[in-house]
């Protein structure tokens, strides 16, 4: 479907008002604009506006209703459900928007709306100080830390939601806002989970954490040889200090310096212990592990801006993730996890993860909208591949890992770890009365449901008492 032409005269007009730059289906620059990180993703908009400044934005978002265009919206495009773009819309870019200030005084960081977990991890490392951020050095911050935000350090510190500071939203009617803890608290809880729902966030201001040193045990394992070792990891992990976290992860084994060549291409187990320590610290809490016949390690300080690149994959693949967040990892619940994995599509750079949780995320605020905090194991099956003709292949694994974990799952899951999986996936994941306060807020603050293009929040009355 072509994208619709908006009149030339508007078209100027909006140009003329931006300090950023738009681009039309006839515009050279158009197909790398309107790409995003997910290759399955194909999507043609009327225009792309890449903003510089919070008043750019205002003003792309009234043009947007003005012109009764559907308004997506773009910070680092890793939505896997290709959210950040729409068809015959118009995407609000903000790419342009990356600038990262850190004040290492008051230890915080404001963070514009467009930044990645790059610009935040490479702004702050020359301080020591680090919080939470996302697994991958490309995803958003503003979108990551709005939907809950889970990461390596999150044991530590606690989620990214958690270190939120403060925000500054442009709302649906085009008006810029505030808020905090103090200004506006409903507005402010909401954002702890509740994505962009209620406006574009231009800037957020996150809390940060001393983190002198950083330490990573990764060991590779046969999958024939990996029963001792998930048991071994499970374990450990329910059991360590709020210091490690890291993941338990099949996968196909990359072609990376510390991987033997017999292995490269072949399905392998590795158990990574991350540790906001010294090496001698990580060792030690890993030991169990370590002690266990494995086939390679990396077993080292390393900072961890670097951790944070290991398991990018380049943009443009094919990708469809799901997960299921669990009771418990009992021994029958790690024979199944460990059966899907033979399931995989392989070689390809798919992932069958499980992320050990617990510590400071159970640990923290309980009133936020995000009962899945408290569970202590999360299975995440992560497909990505790059032959359209695997597409049925990997996404039936995907279905199949969360049917096989089903049995130990709780309703709740961190939205942004699947794809739109259904209303009632969204209305289960922050709880029924949750939902409720939620699309409250919502209706103050979006009552015409512009934005959308998100893990909706329909627009509904205040609470009861």
């Not at 158009?30 to 790409?35: K, V």
């Not at 510190?157 to 403060?166: M, R, W």
């Not at 995440?380 to 990997?394: L, S």
Request: hydrophobic share 40%.
């Amino acid at each position: 479907m072509a994208p619709r032409n908006i009149a030339e005269a508007a078209l100027t007009g909006l140009r003329q008002e931006l300090t950023g730059e738009v681009f039309a289906p006839a515009d050279a620059g158009y197909d790398e604009a309107r790409t995003i990180y997910n290759g399955v993703i194909d999507r043609r908009p009327a225009l792309v506006v890449q903003c510089e400044t919070g008043a750019d934005v205002a003003h792309a978002v009234r043009f947007g209703r003005d012109h009764d265009l559907e308004i997506a919206v773009r910070g680092g495009g890793h939505s896997v459900a290709g959210m950040a773009v729409v068809d015959d819309g118009m995407v609000v870019d903000l790419r342009r928007m990356h600038r990262v200030v850190v004040n290492p005084e008051e230890r915080t960081a404001r963070v514009g709306g467009g930044a990645t977990m790059s610009h935040l991890d490479r702004a702050t490392s020359p301080y020591g100080l680090a919080t939470t951020g996302g697994r991958a050095s490309t995803t958003g911050v503003g979108g990551f830390t709005l939907g809950g935000g889970s990461g390596w350090l999150e044991r530590k510190f606690g989620l990214a939601c958690d270190n939120l500071v403060s925000a500054e939203l442009v709302t649906a009617d085009g008006t810029t806002v505030h808020t905090d803890g103090d200004d506006d608290p409903d507005l402010f809880w909401a954002l702890h989970g509740g994505g962009g729902n209620f406006g574009v966030a231009t800037a957020i201001t996150l809390r940060l954490h001393p983190l002198p040193v950083f330490s990573m045990v990764l060991l590779l394992f046969l999958p024939e040889k990996s029963a001792d070792a998930v048991h071994a990891y499970r374990d450990l992990m329910d059991a360590a200090p709020d210091e490690a976290g890291g993941a338990l992860i099949y996968l196909t084994a990359p072609p990376e310096p510390f991987v033997p060549e017999h292995l490269v291409g072949r399905l392998v187990c590795a158990t990574l212990v991350t540790y906001t320590g010294t090496e001698a610290g990580a060792r030690e809490t890993a030991a169990p592990l370590i002690a266990l016949p494995h086939e390679a390690e990396v077993i080292t300080e390393v900072p961890y801006a670097e951790l944070q690149c290991m398991l990018d994959d380049p943009s443009g693949l094919r990708n469809y993730w799901s997960a299921e967040y669990l009771t418990g990892f009992p021994d029958d619940a790690v024979e199944v996890f460990r059966s899907m994995a033979d399931t995989m599509p392989v070689p390809t750079a798919s992932q069958h993860i499980m992320f050990p949780m617990g510590g400071a995320v159970a640990g923290g605020a309980d009133d936020y909208p995000l009962p899945w905090r408290t569970s202590p194991w999360a299975a995440h099956p992560f497909g990505v591949w790059e032959n359209p003709a695997d597409d049925g292949r990997a996404r039936g694994w995907v279905r199949g890992v969360r049917a096989a974990m089903r049995p130990w799952a709780i309703d709740s899951v961190y939205l942004n770890f699947i794809g739109f999986e259904g209303e009632e996936r969204v209305v289960a994941s922050f709880g029924e009365r949750n939902y409720h306060r939620l699309a409250a807020v919502k209706a103050r603050y979006d009552p015409d449901n512009v934005f959308r293009l998100n893990h909706n929040i329909r627009p509904g009355l205040p609470v009861a008492a």
